[in-house]
């Protein structure tokens, strides 16, 4: 057995080397490696890890394997060790017939990167066949009139072995008349040949027996032995003779059975029987026998069994005519058999790589396969396509080996699979195709972080929800898939470090799905705004933000306040509306609020009760308080007014108030205090009564040392112009009450001059100018210009 060792060796195909992926070799040089024919299962060949140079652990990591050119088994690695063991018997005859050397080609591949190596296995020959001539009986007629010197050529033997084991030599039995030499045929194989050393006469021996025997080179020497009837007939001078020497044909190898090679023919100048001929093969092999049959009469060659141009491209037929007196005459028929486009291409896969990540680079390798065609020439070139709109490429790397690699970035969110066919189309004609389908699928790589579907998310709760409500939910999708596609929500802080988000809302992690976690108050709080972040699980974690504003919608859930007239449990308010004032008349102005806001805040008045209905009516929308016609004599003084404010609510809440009116026929008239306010002022505490006992003392002196003063000065003018006398007051005060401040009511504080003039029907009660300037509210705050006259009467 022979180490592996290399040398160059005569190619006749064009290979075509491609160095891809920064390490893939070729080596340029096979190995060759020896074994004998026969050997046991198992046997030692040689070391892979010696001749590559490489470590036994790179044999698995780099998946190592042995690939013959016709796929079959016949060696296995060891990756533990890195021997080539044989895997099965040999038989050279089978592989190779007749063909020697017996050469079996395979490759060692490595992959990652991809690397081959190119070796050879020959088969060495053992001797385990015997030679056995085709006809165990030869009968030869020879003439009586044969000279010395003629030759009778024989069928050489057969032997499957080849080389020194084949048959080497041939012996003749002990004889008188010939002896035997070997001859060289044209496919270089010997034959024996008898050779006449003497006369043969008939009368003394019309007939007798040879042995010839076949050796072969083996050790031991093998032999076989075939026995040569001799029959010695009358003299016949003419051999025949063919039309051509060689005759050239050439058949399809897709010729049916007892298809007409060609038709051969010799003449012969005797006559009788001496020129009837008969049309045999002469030292042809088994093949030809078994391909080819000869019509002995007729000289027709057809065929026996079915061509196969990828076994066998030529066949060298020897033909012989035999006349009736055992003369031949010899020719050659040279049959070349024409390839037809017979054999589809086949495809065998190496590998497969999938699923891959979409993030794999450009030049990654997906698969390997190998492509052959065992027709030739054009019907044996072959072209190796897929699909022109897939991300991948086909290189041509060693030899027959194509790799599919990528040949652009993928993208899983855009197609998560892949169904490539690949084909192979010969140019014979017809064209022949073969086609293979392999699945890519592509794995996800964490590349696409979630998206919301919203960048704001506006969402509305109305206030006074019940804790733990749904309000709404934030949705976000990750287009990756698998945990890289599971997506966490989560709350970020708020911007504003005062908001208590943690205390407002939150936030289910799965779905997106906010809480409020308790009650929101409108009127604390009109609306806020936070973060939310989505993550998904991948690694890293990517993410993405969205902005969700909660708007607190108002419920009704306030009544109107009134603010004027003033609801603070003290005594009641009491408006003084002179007698004279005309229709629409302003007597005050109820002013209310609502905490709640829009339609909620909406308030209307209404007069829900009044002493006398039809005197006085309220303006809806400003809830002020006007006489509705004129005052009469019959009109009661004091009046109770109830105005109902009510808000635009659903459903509505509402407050009311309660106002006292008290009609006077001039400012200065005193009037008795109101039930009520006799009431109340009886239920006021001693010091309140006290204070208002004081103050009403005093303002009744000022009062009326004014009116004495403005008396005595009257008096004083009318005496100089002689125009009058002005006396005291006397009586009531007839005349027009005067509203001085324009806003309808009286002011708090006046200074009065009283004028009496004699012989005037009426007495006018006049006011000059007011002790406090009056000074007007600013705009939007309640009209508060009124006389708050607690505690007085009019007499």
Known sequence: MESGERCPQQIRQVLLFFVFLGGSLVCSEPWRYSVSEEMEIGSFIANVVKDTGLGVEDLVARGARVIFDDYKPYLQLDQQTGNLLLNEQLDREALCHLT??????????????LQFFRAELWVNDINDHTPAFLDKHILLKISEGTAPGASFPMDSAQDLDVGKNGVQNYTLSPNPYFHLKLQDSDDGRKYPELFLDQSLDRE????????????????????????????????????????????????????????????????????????????????????????????????????????????????????QATDGGSLS????????????????????????????????????VVAI???????????????????????????????????????????????????ITIT????????????????????????????????????????????????????????????????????????????????????????????????????????????????????????????????????????????????NGSAPCTELVPRAAEAGYLVTKVVAVDGDSGQNAWLSYQLLKATEPGLFGVWAHNGEVRTA??????????????????????????????????????????????????????????????LVVALASVSSLFLFSVLVFVAVRLCRRSRAASAGRCS?????????????????TLSQSYQYEVCLRGGSGTSEFKFLKPAIP??????????????????????
Request: hydrophobic residues 40%; proline residues 8%; glycine residues 6%.
């Open 100 to 113: 020697e050397p017996c050469i079996l080609h395979f490759q060692v591949l490595f992959e990652n990167p």
């Open 204 to 319: 003394k021996e019309s007939e007798f027996t040879l042995i010839v025997t076949a050796l072969d080179g083996g050790s031991p020497s093998r032999s076989g032995t075939t026995l040569v009837r001799i029959l010695v007939f009358d003299i016949n001078d003419n051999a025949p003779e063919f039309e051509r020497s060689v005759y050239e044909v050439q058949v399809p190898e897709n010729s049916p059975l007892d298809s007409l090679v060609v038709r051969v023919s010799a003449t012969d100048l005797d006559a009788g029987i001496y020129g009837e001929l008969s049309y045999s093969f002469s030292h042809v092999s088994r093949d030809i026998r078994k391909t080819f049959e000869i019509h002995p009469i007729s000289g027709e060659i057809r065929l026996k069994a079915l061509l196969d141009f990828e076994l066998i491209q030529s066949f060298t037929i020897n033909i």
């Open 329 to 364: 005459g010899k020719s050659a028929i040279l049959v070349q058999v024409v390839d037809v486009n017979d054999n589809p291409p086949e495809i065998v896969m190496t590998s497969l790589t999938s699923p891959i990540p979409e993030n794999s680079s450009p030049e990654m």
């Open 369 to 419: 396969f190998s492509v052959r065609d065992q027709d030739s020439g054009d019907n044996g070139r072959m072209v190796c396509s897929i699909q022109d709109d897939l991300p991948f490429l086909l290189k041509p790397t060693f030899k027959n080996f194509y790799t599919l690699v990528a040949g652009l970035p993928l993208d899983r969110e855009s197609q998560a699979e892949y169904n």
């Open 424 to 567: 192979v189309t010969d140019l014979g004609t017809p064209r022949l195709k073969t086609q293979h389908n392999i699945t890519v699928t592509v794995s996800d790589v964490n590349d696409n972080a979630p998206a919301f579907s919203q960048t704001t998310y506006t969402l509305r709760v109305r206030e006074n929800n019940s804790p733990s409500l749904h309000i709404g939910s934030v949705s976000a999708t990750d287009r990756d898939s698998g945990a890289n596609a599971q997506v966490t929500y989560s709350l970020l802080p708020p911007a504003d470090p005062q908001l208590p988000l943690a205390s407002l809302v939150s936030i289910n992690a799965d779905n997106g799905q906010l809480f409020a976690l308790r009650s929101l108050d409108y009127e604390a709080l009109q609306a806020f705004e936070f973060g939310v972040r989505a993550a998904d699980r991948g690694s890293p974690a990517l993410s993405s933000q969205a902005r969700v504003r909660v708007l607190v919608l108002d419920d009704n859930d306030n009544a109107p306040f009134v603010l004027y007239p003033p609801q």
């Open 629 to 690: 016609r004129l005052l009469s004599e019959r009109d009661a003084v004091k009046h109770r007014l109830v105005v109902l404010v009510k808000d635009n609510g659903e459903p509505p809440r509402s407050a009311s108030v309660t106002l006292h009116v008290l009609l006077v026929d001039g400012f200065s008239q005193p009037y008795l205090p109101l039930p009520e306010v006799a009431a109340a002022e009886a239920r006021a505490d001693p010091l309140t009564v006290y």
């Open 728 to 744: 005291g007051p006397e009586g009531h005060f007839p005349g027009h009450l005067v509203d001085v401040s324009g806003a309808g």
């Open 774 to 795: 009056n000074v007007s509210p600013p705009e939007g705050k309640m009209e508060e210009s009124h006389t708050f006259l607690n505690g007085f009467e009019f007499i």
